[in-house]
């Protein structure tokens, strides 16, 4: 089978494909509930589950084109996958995209790490991997695997077009973990958009799109975790046609000896973050730059945080860190008449 053959049945699995909800869904059966002209399904992706409810007056249950669409969505960025675009790109120099949707996740992650000075850069990879936090064990990395692995990183050492994605020095690798859910949540959330549905809520792993108003016509609200006690929430928040995603090591981490190793790792240092901050949700316009920025912030900690989070009016930010054994929130103005009663 030639190269064209391939992309023609590829193209042709999107089309089929194409032809949280928040924390308290999460226990609903694996199918779809009616709720008058709203429905809830569950599922499992991307090594996490998603929730969605949305309106529709004809009452398609729409479990299996979304399963589908998220299905040919990981066999493009999932480098979990062995034969995934992503690993593929990761084993050789060069990778011609079959699939539309590495490359909008490329431009997305290189316009954050240009505007986070590399906080946020997918080419961590190895480090990630080393750290135990890809498809390799746990271990523990020393100061020299460190440094070697260093001379990996950087998003200049990649080129890309519309096309294809190329390494400029060999063993560059890519880990698009922290803005696969949030590309994730808008691709489905466009495909709710194509099937006429206005009104809805989509989840993938905490990541969060809405779009419309919820059964009761009223504007989505959406609880974000408390770091301190996961299961609670800190807050609770409106969204408007946004998207929110949260980046945090409450979740994501393991302990050796008693002490705790964590999945954020500093692009610039190769060492795991240890300031004060505890988590960092941000709303945008969509989710994968929702979910991009708050691994950034993530990394950088409040002060430098704040300066990035000034010159970008267009994201609302709550950063939830630890002052002397006191926890306080920074939120940006915006975000304050967002907040509401949980």
């Known amino acids: 089978m030639d190269s064209n053959q391939k992309k023609n049945i590829i193209y042709s699995i999107v089309l089929l494909a194409s032809v949280a909800i928040v924390w308290w869904v999460r226990n609903q059966p694996d199918t779809a509930v009616s709720n008058d002209t709203y429905l809830s399904i569950v599922g ?43 690993t593929r790109f990761n084993q050789q120099d060069t990778l011609h995209f079959d699939l539309p949707y590495f490359y909008p996740v490329l431009k997305r992650s290189d316009e954050i790490v240009q505007a986070t000075d590399g906080a946020f850069d997918p080419t961590v990879a190895p480090l990630v991997n080393a750290w135990g936090f890809g498809p390799e064990d746990q271990r523990l990395p020393d100061g020299n695997t460190i440094d070697s692995l260093l001379q990996l990183v950087g998003f200049d050492k990649i080129e890309y077009t519309t096309e294809y994605v190329a390494k400029t020095i060999p063993d560059v690798s890519l880990n698009f973990s922290a803005i696969a859910k949030g590309a994730g949540v808008d691709v489905v959330g466009a495909f709710l958009r194509e099937q006429g549905v206005g009104n809805f809520m989509v989840e993938i792993g905490g990541e969060v799109v809405c779009r419309g108003v919820n059964d009761k016509g009223e504007t989505w609200k959406i609880g974000i975790d408390d770091p301190n006690q996961v299961g609670n929430m800190s807050a609770a928040v409106t969204l408007d046609n946004q998207a929110i995603a949260t980046s945090g090591n409450y979740r994501n981490y393991y302990e050796v000896d008693g002490k705790r190793y964590a999945h954020t790792i500093d692009p610039k240092t190769g060492q795991q973050v240890t300031h004060s901050v505890l988590s960092v949700s941000v709303i945008a316009d969509d989710c994968m730059t929702a979910d991009g920025y708050a691994t950034a912030f993530m990394v950088l900690g409040l002060e430098p945080s704040k300066e990035i989070i000034a010159q970008n009016p267009s994201l609302e930010v709550l950063i939830i860190y630890d002052d002397n054994g006191t926890t306080k929130t920074f939120q940006t103005e915006g975000l304050k008449d967002m907040v509401v009663n949980s």
Request: charged share 20%; net charge negative.
């Open 44 to 86: 499992q992706t991307m090594g996490t589950t998603y929730n969605i409810k949305y309106q529709d007056g004809q009452q398609r249950d729409l479990k299996s084109s979304v399963d589908s669409l998220l299905e040919v969505f990981n066999q493009s960025v999932n480098h979990y996958l062995p034969d995934s675009e992503i």
